[in-house]
T-cell receptor
Framework: AQKVTQAQTEISVVEKEDVTLDCVYE???????LFWYKQPPSGELVFLIR??????QNEISGRYSWNFQKSTSSFNFTITASQVVDSAVYFC????????????FGTGTRLKVLA | DSGVTQTPKHLITATGQRVTLRCSPR?????VYWYQQSLDQGLQFLIQ???????AKGNILERFSAQQFPDLHSELNLSSLELGDSALYFC????????????FGPGTRLTVL
């Protein structure tokens, strides 16, 4: 069975601080895909990134970066120089290339960036 | 804008009633997923359709049902509504299944009084 754990329920930082959101996943499949979504206060879910299990390269997109480590089954998300607009709930998700086609979501991490 | 549309945006109804939520996937997407997000809860997968066929079921109550039509839009029917059904209901779509990225609609906020 697949599982995604986001142990940090809520994080508060002051603007311009860096912050890392943790995501630990479990799967026995060798081919799988990991995702991050952002849910701002307005409620919609915004896709941020998709990573497959064969690509361990870290990715950077502006102030966002992702660190994928198969050795620790983690796919962590770092926001550099956080801004108030980054305040949201962030979800990590996992799906595998075979089976039931379900996405397994973590419980989310609420990030509050204070001015 | 993800390209996935959901109607209505808000719905207020009474216990015991029945409602239908509608979802139109992104152009070209064949797969539709439904999720429920209760207050301060994570995303609970309900059901998935691919090209008109049911493909996966999650924690969907027997009072709930869904279908995907030939034009690929989907409807989620909720009946005998209870207070606990109040939640944000999301639809997502993807090109195919499994590994493809899901793009989410804006959600329908259901309030049962």
């Amino acid at each position: 069975a697949q599982k995604v754990t986001q142990a940090q329920t809520e994080i508060s930082v002051v603007e311009k601080e860096d912050v890392t959101l943790d995501c630990v996943y479990e799967t026995r499949d060798t081919t799988y895909y990991l995702f991050w979504y952002k849910q701002p206060p307005s409620g919609e879910l915004v896709f941020l990134i998709r990573r497959n299990s064969f690509d361990e390269q870290n990715e950077i997109s502006g102030r966002y970066s992702w660190n994928f480590q198969k050795s620790t089954s983690s796919f962590n998300f770092t926001i550099t120089a956080s801004q108030v607009v980054d305040s949201a709930v962030y979800f990590c998700a996992l799906t595998v290339a075979s089976g039931t086609y379900k996405y397994i979501f973590g419980t989310g991490t609420r990030l509050k960036v204070l001015a | 804008d993800s390209g996935v549309t959901q109607t209505p945006k808000h719905l207020i109804t009474a216990t015991g009633q029945r409602v239908t939520l509608r979802c139109s996937p992104r152009s070209g997407d064949l797969s539709v997923y439904w999720y429920q997000q209760s207050l301060d809860q994570g995303l609970q997968f309900l059901i998935q359709y691919y090209n008109g066929e049911e493909r996966a079921k999650g924690n969907i109550l027997e009072r709930f049902s869904a279908q995907q039509f030939p034009d690929l839009h989907s409807e989620l029917n909720l009946s005998s509504l209870e207070l606990g059904d109040s939640a944000l209901y999301f639809c997502a779509s993807s090109v195919a299944e499994g590994r493809n990225t899901q793009y989410f609609g804006p959600g329908t906020r259901l309030t049962v009084l």
